[in-house]
C-alpha cells in the first residue's frame, strides 16, 4: 500500500498504518527538511510522534487504515501534515503510555493545529526553515 510521491518542492506519503512506517515517514520527511535548512532533529521527532499516535491509537478496534504524510514549503515555512483514517482523537483508558506526544509536538513546531472526527485526524506542523527566508 505504500505509496511515495516527491517533488521539488514537497513530499507526499500515503502509508499502511504499521509500525514500520514511522521511520519511513521520518526519514523521508528528514530529508526535505534537510533540503530547506528546517532543523532536522525536531521535524524527525514531531513527525515520529505524529505518526506514531495514528498507528497506535487512530485504529483501535478495526483493522489500521492509511497514514498520509505531506511536507511543503508554505508562505516561508516547511509545513508538515500528518492524517489518518482512523477514528479520531478520542479517550483512550486503555493506553499504557504518558500522553506526552502532543505536547512534545506542540514544543518543537512553531505551530501546530490538530483536526480531528469521526473519519480520522490531522496534525498540521510549521517549522522555521532558512529557504524560506531567501
Not at 12 to 29: F, M
Amino acid at each position: 500500500m505504500d505509496t511515495v510521491a516527491g517533488r521539488r518542492n514537497g513530499l507526499r506519503l500515503k502509508l499502511a498504518a504499521e509500525p514500520q512506517s514511522i521511520k519511513r515517514a521520518r526519514d523521508g520527511v528528514a530529508e526535505f527538511a534537510e533540503r530547506v535548512g528546517a532543523s532536522v532533529r525536531d521535524v524527525k521527532l514531531a513527525v515520529s510522534e505524529a505518526v506514531t499516535n495514528s498507528v497506535v491509537h487512530a485504529f483501535r478496534g478495526r483493522d489500521p487504515g492509511t497514514v498520509t504524510v505531506e511536507a511543503r514549503m508554505h508562505e516561508g515555512m516547511l509545513l508538515v501534515v500528518v492524517a489518518d483514517d482512523g477514528i479520531g482523537m478520542v479517550p483512550n483508558p486503555d493506553s499504557a503510555g504518558l500522553g506526552l506526544g502532543i505536547s512534545l509536538i506542540t514544543q518543537l513546531a512553531r505551530e501546530v493545529r490538530f483536526d480531528s472526527d469521526a473519519t480520522g485526524v490531522n496534525v498540521s506542523m510549521s517549522f522555521e526553515a532558512s529557504e524560506g527566508q531567501r
